[in-house]
């Protein structure tokens, strides 16, 4: 597709599952950043793959949190056993790596994911 | 998470005013962006920043990336209805792709 897809749109879960949310880059893009915005608040960074390089996963809350990238494709971001405040717009955005200055880091985002932990 | 300080925390204007808005960091960013947010939909790209004092258009929004590298600046002119938003900055981090988002500044225009 032209954009980043995200799917579910929407998950409402019970407290203690699993979930897994997907995310679709704009092909050709090397780099994937998954995001957690609460309810009126800002983006918080989880973690971002570039290319090959290993994962910066330095803004994971805990490890229930986990990501997984297969070369520059699908992006599956994974939360077991979980909580109530888990509940928040999971947001999605891939940027590529390029040496054309007006292109270079800029993100595009996806809709996100709407996660409701009951 | 780490997230950069934006003020006003929200803001309501006439239509037709001009807005001001700012994001400050205690650590030097190499990139300025600035992204707008409609509810239920992800942050939209209105204007990137590279250079240390760069004055950059787009329309009737203005930004600029301030001379310390700390801090950014947005304006927009002669508000319209459909302004109103959630308005995000995000420094880039040198060497990196990695950016840190500000706390939002919330828009609501009346008519």
């Known amino acids: 597709g032209a954009g980043v897809s995200q799917s579910p749109s929407n998950k409402v879960t019970e407290k203690g599952k699993d979930v897994e949310l997907r995310c679709d880059p704009i092909?050709?893009?090397?780099?994937l950043y998954w995001y957690r915005q609460r309810l009126g608040q800002g983006l918080e960074f989880l973690i971002y793959?570039?290319?090959?390089?290993?994962?910066?996963k330095s803004g994971l809350p805990s490890d229930r949190f986990s990501a997984e990238r297969t070369g520059e494709s699908v992006s599956t971001l994974t939360i077991q056993r979980t909580q109530q405040e888990d509940s928040a717009v999971y947001l999605c955005?891939?940027?590529?790596?390029?040496?054309?200055?007006?292109?270079?880091?800029?993100?595009?985002f996806g809709a996100g994911t709407r996660l409701s932990v009951l | 998470g780490q997230q950069l300080n934006q003020s006003p925390q929200s803001m309501f204007i006439q239509e037709g005013e001009d807005v001001s808005m700012n994001c400050t960091s205690s650590?030097?960013?190499?990139?300025w962006l600035w992204y707008k947010q409609d509810p239920g939909e992800g942050p939209v790209l209105l204007i990137a920043?590279?250079?240390?004092?760069e004055l950059t258009s787009n329309g009737r929004l203005t930004a600029q990336f301030g001379i310390t590298r700390k801090d950014s600046f947005l304006n927009i002119s002669a508000s319209i209805p459909s302004d109103v938003g959630i308005y995000f900055c995000?420094?880039?981090?040198?060497?990196?792709?990695?950016?840190?988002f500000g706390t939002g500044t919330r828009l609501k225009v009346l008519a």
């Open positions: 920043l590279y250079k240390a004092g």
């Open positions: 995000a420094g880039g981090i040198s060497g990196t792709y990695k950016y840190i």
């Open positions: 793959f570039q290319g090959n390089s290993a994962p910066d």
């Open positions: 650590s030097i960013f190499n990139t």
């Open positions: 955005a891939s940027s590529v790596s390029s040496g054309a200055r007006v292109a270079k880091n800029i993100q595009y």
């Open positions: 092909s050709g893009h090397t780099a």
